[in-house]
T-cell receptor
Framework: DGGITQSPKYLFRKEGQNVTLSCEQN?????MYWYRQDPGQGLRLIYY???????QKGDIAEGYSVSREKKESFPLTVTSAQKNPTAFYLC???????????FGNGTRLTVT | AQTVTQSQPEMSVQEAETVTLSCTYD???????LFWYKQPPSRQMILVIR??????QNATENRFSVNFQKAAKSFSLKISDSQLGDAAMYFC????????????FGTGTRLTIIP
């Protein structure tokens, strides 16, 4: 079955360490997105990519980095510069302009 | 820039009854799309319903329907015959049809179903 896979489901890191969240899709979608979800704040866009080797900053990109070397993959790195990294991270993809987003199951990152 | 506002952090409804979740949005675009997503305790985001702004007819999907008031920039979700499985966070979202296609979400409404 086609879908979006995020791994791991839960991730724990020490403060000051960079950590990379995986997002893989086999839907042949061009566009991929990373959102952060915090209680009471809905989903906020971190980065997005509409095509391989190209990506754009979203509304809260500071402290994060991404790459899009392959169509299927859009990993997100949470760097030590991100002041409040503990959150739930959702990856999504879209097949065409204005198509609904398909979401992964998310990764819960806890930094202590 | 687009903004989406959900003014009801929490709502509850008796099982089998009808409930309406409110959403207002602001956009300078004339052509855009609106969505309602459901997030159950599993945290998987599930598309509930979609509305194209150029269509006057309100979208419906089984027990789910919307009341789209373009002039008022209002996009409410009505759930009829509420079921226990409808309990979830519901997010309203907007997508511009021009420029960078970024989905903008509201802060969500937590819906509780009372047996």
């Amino acid at each position: 079955d086609g879908g979006i896979t995020q791994s791991p489901k839960y991730l724990f890191r020490k403060e000051g360490q960079n950590v990379t969240l995986s997002c893989e899709q086999n839907l042949n979608h061009d566009a991929m997105y990373w959102y952060r979800q915090d209680p009471g704040q809905g989903l906020r866009l971190i980065y997005y990519s509409h095509i391989v080797n190209d990506f754009q900053k979203g509304d809260i990109a500071e402290g994060y980095s991404v790459s899009r070397e392959k169509k299927e993959s859009f990993p997100l790195t949470v760097t030590s510069a991100q002041k409040n990294p503990t959150a739930f991270y959702l990856c999504a993809s879209s097949g065409s302009q204005n198509s609904p987003l398909h979401f992964g199951n998310g990764t819960r990152l806890t930094v202590t | 820039a687009q903004t989406v506002t959900q003014s009801q952090p929490e709502m509850s409804v008796q099982e089998a009854e009808t409930v309406t979740l409110s959403c207002t949005y602001d956009t300078s675009e004339s052509d855009y799309y609106l969505f309602w997503y459901k997030q159950p305790p599993s945290r998987q985001m599930i598309l509930v319903i979609r509305q194209e702004a150029y269509k006057q007819q309100n979208a419906t999907e089984n027990r789910f329907s919307v009341n789209f008031q373009k002039a008022a920039k209002s996009f409410s979700l009505k759930i009829s015959d509420s079921q226990l499985g409808d309990a979830a966070m519901y997010f309203c979202a907007s997508l511009s049809n021009f420029g960078n296609e970024k989905l903008t979400f509201g802060t969500g409404t937590r819906l509780t179903i009372i047996p």
